[in-house]
Nanobody, 119 residues
Framework: QVQLVESGGDLAQPGGSLRLSCAAS????????LGWYRQVPGKQRELVASVSRGGHPDVVDSVKGRFTISRDNAKKTIYLEMINLKPEDTAVYYCNAWKSYRGAREDYWGQGTQVTVSS
């Protein structure tokens, strides 16, 4: 059984920082592209950052310079370091693991962790 379990979500003040973690089990993590998405009520889930199987990170422009994604394949864990948080970063954050399998995309999601940025 595949599980992705996020942790680290919390209430933070503007300008503050948080570190999200996502522990994976049931998959060979090194086979997957890993990512963090976020979603606010009434809006579509959006990609925030991803890291390739080779460890190459990429983040969207709105968090560039503030968020850093990393992976530890040995620990089967994905991280999202967030600094200089803004109120607009408030969302439920989900980790994702995907790979192409027989021409289709094989996706796994965590249950989400709430990040609230407010004074």
């Amino acid at each position: 059984q595949v599980q992705l379990v996020e942790s680290g979500g919390d209430l933070a003040q503007p300008g503050g920082s948080l570190r999200l973690s996502c522990a994976a089990s049931g998959i060979i993590v090194s086979d997957y592209v890993l990512g963090w998405y976020r979603q606010v009520p009434g809006k579509q889930r959006e990609l925030v950052a991803s890291v390739s199987r080779g460890g190459h990170p990429d983040v969207v422009d709105s968090v560039k310079g503030r968020f850093t994604i990393s992976r530890d394949n040995a620990k089967k864990t994905i991280y999202l370091e967030m600094i200089n948080l803004k109120p607009e970063d408030t969302a439920v954050y989900y980790c994702n693991a995907w790979k192409s399998y027989r021409g289709a995309r094989e996706d796994y999601w965590g249950q989400g962790t709430q990040v609230t940025v407010s004074s």
